[in-house]
């Protein structure tokens, strides 16, 4: 495999021959190197064994993660239900969280202002579909 100026995955091949201008990548290279959770690192193994490495990396000063899913949905929750107690229990993570929505966290309020673009699309919201028919059934 060789770098060539095209739009489709252009950076994904860049980094791969960029980062080793002598090896020789082939597309099965690829395929493996990328076959769970893209082109990442990826931490495999029990609840403590990702805690360990992402405890690592929270150690020389990384602030946050970006998950990706080795299975749809199924990654995500074995993560919540498996690896977060595990942060938490470490004080790696919070437990608890203040009350509100996270608009109000923000900026202070649980809507937008009367001027902000977005209070025009109220009732428009409020008349659609799926939103005036629960609002019915309430």
């Known amino acids: ?3 060539i100026e095209t739009n489709a995955v252009r950076t994904l091949v860049h980094g791969f021959t960029e980062a080793d201008p002598s090896r020789r990548w082939t597309l ?5 190197y990328v076959g769970i959770g893209g082109a990442g690192p990826v931490l495999v ?4 064994q990702i805690a360990d490495g ?3 990396w929270i150690n020389v000063g990384i602030d946050g993660f970006n998950l990706a ?3 749809t949905t199924g ?7 498996a690896v977060v107690p595990v942060l938490q229990r470490r ?3 919070q437990s608890e969280y203040a009350p509100g929505t996270l608009r109000e966290k ?3 309020q649980a809507r937008l202002l009367e001027d902000h673009p977005g209070a025009r699309f109220r009732d428009l919201a409020r008349h659609s579909g799926s939103f005036a028919a629960a609002e019915a059934r309430a």
């Open 28 to 32: 099965h290279d690829l395929a493996k």
């Open 75 to 81: 990654t995500f929750e074995d993560f919540v239900d």
């Open 91 to 93: 004080g790696l993570t």
């Open 54 to 56: 992402l405890q690592q």
């Open 45 to 48: 193994g029990a609840p403590e």
């Open 69 to 71: 899913y080795a299975i």
């Open 1 to 3: 495999m060789e770098y």
């Open 106 to 108: 923000l900026y202070g």
